[in-house]
């Protein structure tokens, strides 16, 4: 028979040490327009007991990495990854070696009202390293930081654009329902995406006709493996700026870019911003 302890609006399942020893990890809690963020740090190897919200919630990961454990799946989770949480989902989260410092927001039954009212459902779990939404999270987790007289507005904007964004991940067709070599393909431009590759070889590597992958991927992700590929070379070059001191020049080979100067064109057409006024905008430390 498991042991259900209720505690700060989530139920933990078989704790192995007092719930209340949880809140040591909190380091600021507050509510604004609704919605309550909670920014919390948690060191090398910890691990949070399988517990479920009782608010629909999303987080954004600051610093670190984990892996969170849902039954029989999981999901790893690195710095600026994104992730929607609906109640009731019951999971446990592992930090890895260098611990994790996350924000949390969950949303009171007003919110959920107000997107249920827009016919809007977000019922299963979504994470996501999409650069919009890191950047849209990365922009709450400071307006919960450094509050004024316009932060309620400011705040309700930015948590209404993460959740539309989420709304439409959610209509996307499962990753479960995907073609086997089409998610090969996929995890192969993931696995290499700093690398040169050409679309003749991860055809030939997935076992299909280069047309057919041409066309499939772009059905499926709407955009071509080389507009991917690129999307993943600014996705990991914009966590290497806030969380790093490395060089730009350095950040940029890393990532697969021709040099400096390729790679802040490409990144300003991306986010709209330089590389350098991304960091300074949205530093994490």
């Known amino acids: 028979m498991q042991t259900i302890i209720k505690d700060f609006r989530a139920q933990y399942y078989e704790a192995p040490m007092p719930v209340q020893g949880l809140r040591q990890y909190h380091l600021s809690e507050q509510e604004i327009a609704g919605l309550w963020?909670?920014?919390?740090?948690?060191?090398?190897?910890?691990?949070?007991?399988?517990?479920?919200?009782?608010?629909?919630?999303?987080?954004?990961?600051?610093?670190?990495?984990?892996t969170e454990f849902y039954d029989r799946n999981q999901r790893d989770l690195r710095t600026c990854s994104v992730v929607f949480t609906p109640p009731g989902e019951i999971?446990?989260?592992?930090?890895?070696?260098?611990?994790?410092?996350c924000f949390l927001v969950e949303?009171?039954?007003?919110?959920?009202?107000?997107?249920?009212?827009?016919?809007?459902?977000?019922e299963n779990y979504l994470d996501t390293t999409n650069i919009d939404?890191?950047?849209l999270a990365t922009k709450l987790y400071k307006e919960f930081r450094y509050v004024?007289?316009?932060?309620?507005?400011s705040v309700e904007g930015l948590a209404l654009e993460i959740l539309a964004a989420f709304s439409r991940?959610?209509?996307?067709?499962?990753?479960?329902?995907?073609?086997?070599w089409l998610r090969n393909a996929k995890d192969l431009l993931h696995d290499r995406f700093s690398e040169t590759i050409t679309l003749d070889e991860i055809a030939e590597q997935v076992?299909?006709?280069?047309?057919?992958?041409?066309?499939?991927?772009?059905?499926?992700?709407?955009?071509?493996?080389?507009?991917?590929?690129?999307?993943?070379?600014?996705?990991?070059?914009?966590?290497?700026?806030?969380?790093?001191?490395?060089?730009l020049a350095d950040i940029a080979l890393a990532a697969g870019f021709a040099d400096q100067a390729h790679f802040t064109r490409v990144f300003k057409k991306r986010t709209?911003?330089?590389?350098?006024?991304?960091?300074?905008?949205?530093?994490?430390?």
Do not use: M
């Open 37 to 66: 963020g909670t920014e919390t740090c948690h060191p090398p190897h910890f691990n949070i007991p399988r517990h479920a919200h009782d608010l629909a919630s999303f987080y954004i990961v600051l610093e670190g990495s984990l």
């Open 91 to 101: 999971h446990r989260n592992a930090f890895h070696n260098a611990g994790g410092r």
């Open 107 to 122: 949303l009171t039954p007003h919110w959920t009202d107000r997107l249920a009212a827009s016919d809007i459902k977000l």
């Open 133 to 135: 939404l890191t950047l």
């Open 148 to 153: 004024d007289k316009v932060s309620a507005l």
């Open 169 to 180: 991940q959610s209509e996307s067709a499962p990753e479960g329902y995907l073609q086997g």
């Open 207 to 247: 076992g299909v006709h280069p047309v057919h992958l041409a066309r499939a991927f772009r059905r499926r992700y709407c955009c071509s493996l080389g507009e991917y590929q690129r999307r993943l070379r600014v996705e990991h070059a914009s966590r290497q700026l806030v969380t790093t001191r490395c060089s």
């Open 272 to 285: 709209g911003l330089t590389p350098a006024k991304f960091r300074a905008t949205f530093a994490l430390s």
